[in-house]
């Protein structure tokens, strides 16, 4: 391929991919002939990086147009020094040899190697017995199937905010479990702190390089952003990267989608996946819109886009209107509850807080308990028995995450009403967790939102047998109020039921404040 450009400037159009996989390099060399006696510069490196060339050679010429010097430069593998980029040593241009492909061949293999290392010397693999360079032929197909197979489940994590690098970090760790949860392992992490997020493309063309590097670096297929981002800068990072972008919010959905087991659960999810996509989908070409009609409105009919639009219109439609009957039919199961004044009480807190474990250890259940984000999305209800035949109905509900989605909050309004029904919120959180105090602000803020910031509640510390008792003492002394418990050892249950038991008032079956 030959492009003519100016003396300024080449403009290089749109190329072809040689391979395959968006963690390789593209199969092309570029060859650029600088018409001043400028060597490699800033810019011929970038190019080299977002077009994931093979490498990038510099050919200068004199003032009759003959060949003088040539230079270039590749991509490294991750190292030690942190280099993302080889330059040779400028040569004349008739001196030396280079075998380009040889070149290339052996930096994609170790590329793949640093993502995929090789098993552990002496084991009983395929290559015991075989000679070195069988041996490596074989690892090299073994690499070049996991990278094809792997590349979609490897993420860059990116955090570009105005907020101090150490939340920036704790966020981008919370990010890294919800990746996990979803079967997406963590390539590399990219944060950047700005004073304004820029509104096109979110992150600076410095830092763009830098997360190209990563993502070449980790033979990482996707990047997934930490917040989220509007329908324009969703757009632009894929067309920049060549890569499937994700934001929190996809991620929180697709876990919630991998999650939901029950009708209820999936019509859930895939309302708020449907609220997600409209705005998006018709964001991408309203000027192809002709559903006006009238004069200027006329035309060949309905656009693919529009037509995918009005379809997903119309399954909104249809799964909002089950979703309704759904919410109808738990308020009738609640009013019947409601009348034979048997009190309530709502498991609430931050996913994998060990609520569910908590509902077993009272209750005898076994409902799911796993160490998992979002183990439970559909509610629980179980009763609590206590001494002279008095119980309790004892709910356990989806947990909360920061930043919960918009469109969730919307979606499972069917199973968030069963908090609004309750009498007393039990508030578990997380004893041992790093972030347990914004754990707790989080919880209170989508209380706020859900208006149950009146609702009696008690806040429960659980999983205290991995404090030392230092820090566990610390923690009583901070939350004097609170109970300190084990729902997996079962230590503090017997203090949790007196408690529940002094806060409802038996007679009118309502929680004492």
Request: proline share 5%; no cysteine.
């Given at each position: 391929m030959v492009i003519a450009g100016d003396a300024a400037r080449i403009l290089i159009p749109e190329l072809p991919r040689a391979r395959e996989g968006a963690g390789r390099l593209r199969g092309l060399r570029l060859l650029v002939t600088h018409l001043t006696d400028d060597l490699l510069r800033q810019e011929d490196l970038l190019d080299m990086l977002f077009l994931r060339l093979d490498s990038v050679c510099i050919l200068t010429v004199d003032a009759h147009g003959q060949p003088l010097l040539r230079q270039h430069a590749h991509l490294l593998p991750p190292n030690p020094e942190?280099?993302?980029?080889?330059?040779?040593?400028?040569?004349?241009?008739?001196?030396?040899?280079?075998?380009?492909?040889?070149?290339?061949?052996?930096?994609?293999?170790?590329?793949a190697r640093a993502s995929f290392p090789a098993p552990a010397a002496g084991g009983n693999g395929p290559d015991d017995g075989v000679s070195g360079g069988a041996a490596a032929v074989r690892a090299i197909r073994r690499i070049r199937q996991e990278e094809g197979r792997g590349s979609e489940n490897r993420a860059i994590l990116v955090s570009v905010s105005e907020k101090p690098r150490p939340e920036q970090e704790a966020s981008l760790a919370e990010l890294a479990d919800l990746a996990a949860t979803a079967g997406v392992s963590t390539a590399g992490i990219l944060i950047q702190r700005v004073a304004a997020v820029n509104p096109r493309i979110i992150i600076g063309k410095g830092r763009l390089a830098d997360l190209e590097v990563l993502a070449l670096q980790g033979n990482a297929g996707l990047i997934?952003?930490?917040?989220?981002?509007?329908?324009a800068q969703l757009r632009n990072l894929t067309d920049v990267t060549e890569r499937r972008v994700l934001d929190r919010t996809q991620l929180i959905l697709d876990i919630f989608a991998q999650r939901a087991v029950s009708a209820a659960g999936k019509f859930q999810v895939e309302l708020a996946q449907?609220?997600?996509?409209?705005?998006?989908?018709?964001?991408?070409?309203?000027?192809?819109?002709?559903?006006?009609?009238?004069?200027?409105?006329?035309?060949?009919?309905?656009?693919?886009?529009?037509?995918?639009?009005?379809?997903?219109?119309?399954?909104?439609?249809?799964?909002?209107?089950?979703?309704k009957d759904l919410r109808r039919r738990r308020a009738q199961a609640r009013s019947r509850r409601a009348k034979g004044n048997v009190p309530v009480a709502s498991l609430v807190g931050y996913t994998n807080a060990g609520k569910s474990t908590?509902?077993?250890?009272?209750?005898?259940?076994?409902?799911?308990?796993?160490?998992?984000?979002?183990?439970?999305?559909?509610?629980?209800?179980?009763?609590?028995?206590?001494?002279?035949?008095?119980?309790?109905?004892?709910?356990?509900?989806?947990?909360?995450?920061?930043?919960?989605?918009?469109?969730?909050?919307?979606?499972?309004?069917?199973?968030?009403?069963?908090?609004?029904?309750?009498?007393?919120?039990?508030?578990?959180?997380?004893?041992?967790?790093?972030?347990?105090?914004?754990?707790?602000?989080?919880?209170?803020e989508i209380l706020v939102r859900l208006k149950l910031q009146n609702t009696p509640r008690l806040l429960i510390f659980n999983k205290i047998d991995a404090l030392?008792?230092?820090?566990?003492?610390?923690?009583?002394?901070?939350?004097?109020?609170?109970?300190?418990?084990?729902?997996?050892?079962?230590?503090?249950l017997a203090a949790l039921s007196r408690t529940i038991a002094d806060r409802i008032d038996w007679e009118r079956g309502i929680a004492l404040r």
């Open positions: 942190g280099k993302t980029s080889l330059i040779h040593p400028p040569l004349r241009w008739d001196m030396g040899q280079t075998d380009f492909t040889a070149e290339a061949i052996a930096l994609e293999e170790e590329l997934i952003f930490d917040g989220e981002l509007s329908p449907l609220q997600y996509l409209l705005p998006r989908l018709s964001g991408k070409a309203r000027a192809l819109d002709r559903l006006a009609g009238g004069i200027g409105g006329r035309g060949p009919g309905e656009t693919k886009l529009e037509t995918d639009r009005r379809r997903l219109r119309e399954r909104v439609a249809r799964i909002t209107a089950d979703l908590l509902l077993n250890r009272l209750t005898g259940s076994s409902v799911l308990a796993e160490n998992r984000l979002f183990a439970t999305l559909d509610p629980t209800t179980r009763r609590l028995r206590f001494p002279r035949e008095r119980e309790l109905i004892l709910t356990d509900t989806v947990g909360f995450i920061r930043g919960l989605p918009r469109e969730l909050m919307e979606a499972f309004q069917a199973t968030l009403e069963e908090m609004e029904e309750a009498d007393l919120l039990l508030h578990v959180a997380d004893a041992s967790h790093p972030e347990r105090d914004m754990h707790i602000a989080a919880v209170d030392t008792e230092e820090a566990l003492q610390a923690l009583r002394e901070r939350q004097p109020e609170a109970l300190f418990l084990s729902a997996l050892s079962g230590l503090g």
